[in-house]
């Protein structure tokens, strides 16, 4: 049977909030609260603020982000509401933004790092939603 020292329970809405970063680079409007981790893994809160946006990035391993709260736009405009899941492969490259404001939970199995500088470029692309053409 399970006991109270085997279980950690976190209320969203208690949740100490701190700025996030990626490779030193605080985002701007973008803030986390970790829930648990390991050496292999970290599992997080993260809090869009209205019209913030992530810098473009890589993920060194595998990400699950599913939308808790209001809305996030992928970098290929593509937008994700409250109970989208998305993963994200070892490898990938994308920036994230969220018009409204957003609540995401982040399992991830390798820190983000910062995309390079060419492919960066795209952070400087206006947030505008599109329609996904079909393949």
């Known amino acids: 049977m399970i006991s109270a020292n085997d279980r950690r329970y976190r209320q969203l809405e208690c949740a100490k909030w701190q700025p996030l970063s990626i490779d030193g680079q605080v985002l701007e ?3 986390w609260s970790t829930l648990a981790g390991t050496a292999s893994w970290v599992c997080y809160w993260m809090r869009m603020a209205p019209g913030s946006r992530s810098p473009s990035h890589q993920h060194t391993g595998l990400e699950l982000v599913v939308v808790l709260e209001g809305e996030v736009q992928d970098s290929d405009g593509v937008c994700f509401s409250e109970g989208a899941s998305l993963v994200y492969d070892a490898g990938s490259q994308h920036w994230l933004t969220s018009l409204s404001g957003c609540v995401l939970l982040v399992i991830e199995t390798g820190p983000a790092t910062l995309a390079s500088s ?18």
């Open 29 to 31: 409007g973008v803030e």
């Open 118 to 135: 060419i492919e960066a470029v795209e952070n400087h692309l206006p947030a505008t939603a599109t329609t996904r053409e079909s393949d």
